[in-house]
């Protein structure tokens, strides 16, 4: 077989030592070193990456629960003022009812003795025009004028005898 | 039909001599600084742009350094990253000469049984100065297992020479033989295309075609075969059983 040619021996072992130690050279100083500190930069990288992604994640998680007391206090809280709102509302509309019925009670008294007054009033109006009627009346039954104040106040006085009987018939 | 061992033969380019030593050149000592100077053309590529996110030829490349380095820790331990270099560099060379000998009219480097035992040779050679260097003298008892009984003594100690002998030749050869198998059976075919012709030609020339895709692997495998050999070898030096 030509590659048992022994004539070859000396340049190929010398050039391929030669030549494996120069490669071997070249690549232990320049391409080893800057593959291993890429892949150690990326593990890190990965690590640190992984790491924070740990901590966003708790600090997220722990926001989530602060978030969520505040969410359940404000809901408390508001659930207060409406419970007091209601109270309160609950309170004047009591208080309105009060007064209304109070006022509409006045109201009523006020009309009421108004009426009192508007019914004397219109009593003692019938009275005076009965009594110019009743004079009105004798003085043409009489032909002459009755202004004697004696006269009158006769009148009137019978006006209210009469007044009185019809009140109590 | 040719000589289908004719594609092996060397023939000196240029006569050289240094100190007397005859260092000429030949097409392997071409096709060996061709192999040395892909594999670095590939890590200043690789390394050239290297960023986080790595590109394709960066993340090749770290694939094979991680490789690399697996099999170092597995099979030699911590201590084995000190050869990382010399290993990671035996095995891209090997892969390369492998691989670039594929190519047609280029020459196999690792069909050279001689590159191949010097090669080896490092290996054996870098195996018994690492158990040396870290064991002294107890080194010896890499050819005595542990629990042999005393009358098998001399016949173990004689057999685990051997054995260690045996490694690098085994080595060497594995790897010439299995590149000048595939060549050769790859050359055979080709022959039987020519003679073919067009009429029967397609057949051969249809396995070739298939037996290049073996060989692709063949030149994958056999990287790979010879360094965690050579990584079990120094591994057993480091490790002593």
């Known amino acids: ?169 | 039909m040719e000589n289908p061992l004719e594609h092996f033969e060397l023939h000196t380019l240029i006569l050289l001599r240094l100190f007397g030593l005859d260092i000429s050149i030949n097409q392997a000592v071409v096709m060996i600084w061709v192999v040395c100077a892909a594999v670095f053309l590939f890590f200043w590529a690789a390394t050239r742009n290297a960023r986080l996110i790595p590109t394709k030829l960066q993340s090749i490349a770290e694939l094979g350094v991680e490789f690399l380095r697996g099999l170092i820790l597995e099979n030699m331990g911590e201590k084995g990253m000190k050869l990382f270099p010399f290993i990671a560099t035996l095995f891209f060379f090997i892969l390369f000469s492998n691989l670039l000998g594929l190519i047609p009219g280029a020459y196999t480097v690792t069909s050279q049984v001689m590159v191949n035992g010097i090669l080896a040779l490092a290996v054996f050679a870098l195996s018994v100065i690492m158990g040396v260097a870290l064991h002294g003298a107890h080194y010896l008892s890499i050819f005595l297992p542990q629990g042999t009984p005393w009358w098998l003594m001399p016949l173990m100690i004689l057999v685990e020479i051997i054995s260690q002998l045996a490694r690098p030749i085994t080595l060497a050869v594995r790897l010439f033989a299995n590149m000048t198998a595939g060549h050769t059976v790859i050359n055979v075919l080709l022959g039987l295309v020519l003679l073919g012709g067009v009429v029967l030609g397609w057949m051969p020339l249809g396995f070739t075609v298939a037996l290049y895709l073996l060989e692709v692997l063949v030149a994958f495998i056999q990287a790979y075969v010879f360094t965690v050999l050579t990584t079990v070898y120094i591994g057993d030096a480091i490790k002593l059983h």
């Open chain 1, 1 to 169: 077989m030509p590659q048992f040619d022994l004539h070859f021996l000396s340049p190929l072992v010398f050039w391929s030592v030669v030549s494996f130690g120069a490669l071997l050279f070249l690549l232990y100083r320049y391409a080893f070193p800057e593959i291993f500190r890429r892949l150690e930069e990326r593990e890190k990288t990965i690590k640190d990456s992984l790491d924070q992604a740990e901590r966003l994640k708790q600090e997220a998680q722990q926001l989530l629960s602060q978030y969520e007391a505040k969410l359940k206090s404000v809901h408390d809280e508001g659930r207060t003022i409406l419970e007091a709102a209601r109270k309160q509302a609950q309170e004047q509309l009591e208080e309105n009812e009060q007064r209304i019925e109070q006022e509409t009670r006045r109201m009523l008294a006020d009309a009421r003795s108004e009426i009192q007054r508007e019914r004397q009033e219109v009593l003692r109006e019938i009275q005076r025009t009965a009594a110019d009627l009743t004079l009105l009346a004798a003085e043409k039954v009489l032909a002459r004028s009755l202004t004697d104040v004696d006269h009158r106040r006769l009148i009137e006085e019978a006006v209210l005898e009469i007044a009185r009987q019809h009140k109590t018939t």
